[in-house]
């Protein structure tokens, strides 16, 4: 009975090199949508603050108008003259209020458009790879010993082998910067380093992925 082992994968360098350019470029606009998102959410949050103080001091004023917050009245004129600067100041914070609800509404705009742009470019992406000629079992996929279709079923492995010498940079349940948690273990391989497989199991996908460049998605035995 032929003997099982590993698959050591190895993409192509051009491959590689020609996806990873081109998911890089197709990424800078998404980028720029999100962070025009960030700046507007950054200004919408500041300007919500300040016309919430305002609209306060416009409403202790309208309840219990004090002429002397606003001017030093010294006779009846003076008085009526503040009065009509406090009701002068509804129209500006309306106005305000108006600029306000129009930068959230373009907030929710670039937002919906980010992640138009993200779902298109991972489809396009997708149709990308699936359209890529078969690879040259000589040169992309080396693999260590045979599979036949007399080999055995694939049993869940006893233990998983790290698939590349580098130091871990992110493990299991880590914190992720934009919230949540890590579902993975994450490795910094160095530059030009083998990467393997860290058990025996098939190859559902090779190509790019947004943000992360030319990967390789196996399936392993036990549902791995």
């Known amino acids: 009975m032929p003997r099982l082992l590993t ?5 192509g360098a051009l491959a590689a090199l020609a996806l990873g350019v081109a998911a890089l470029a197709a990424t800078s606009s998404l980028e720029r949508l999100n962070l025009a998102e960030t700046e507007l959410s950054v200004d919408q949050g500041v300007n919500m603050h300040r016309l919430s103080r305002l609209l306060s001091v416009l409403e202790q004023l309208k309840r219990d108008p004090p002429p002397a917050l606003l001017v030093s009245p010294q006779d009846a004129k003076d ?13 500006q914070l309306q106005g305000r209020a108006q600029s306000y609800a129009e930068g959230a509404t373009e907030v ?6 980010a992640a138009v742009q993200s779902e298109a470019l991972f489809e396009r992406d997708s149709l990308a790879a699936e359209a890529l000629p078969e690879p040259d079992t000589s040169v992309d996929l080396r693999l260590r010993g045979t599979v036949s279709g007399d080999a055995p079923i694939l049993t869940p492995p006893a233990r998983l082998v790290l698939p590349t010498q580098g130091p871990i940079i992110r493990r299991f349940g880590a914190p992720l910067t934009g919230g949540g948690r890590s579902n993975g273990l994450t490795l910094s391989a160095a530059h030009g380093g083998r990467v393997v497989s860290p058990a025996a199991g098939l190859v559902q996908y090779v190509g790019p992925v947004k943000g992360w460049g030319v990967i390789v998605i196996l399936r392993l035995a036990g549902g791995l």
């Open 79 to 91: 008085a009526v003259r503040a009065a009509i600067l406090v009701k002068a100041l509804t129209p």
């Open 7 to 11: 698959p050591v994968l190895a993409v």
């Open 108 to 113: 929710m705009r670039q937002r919906r458009l």
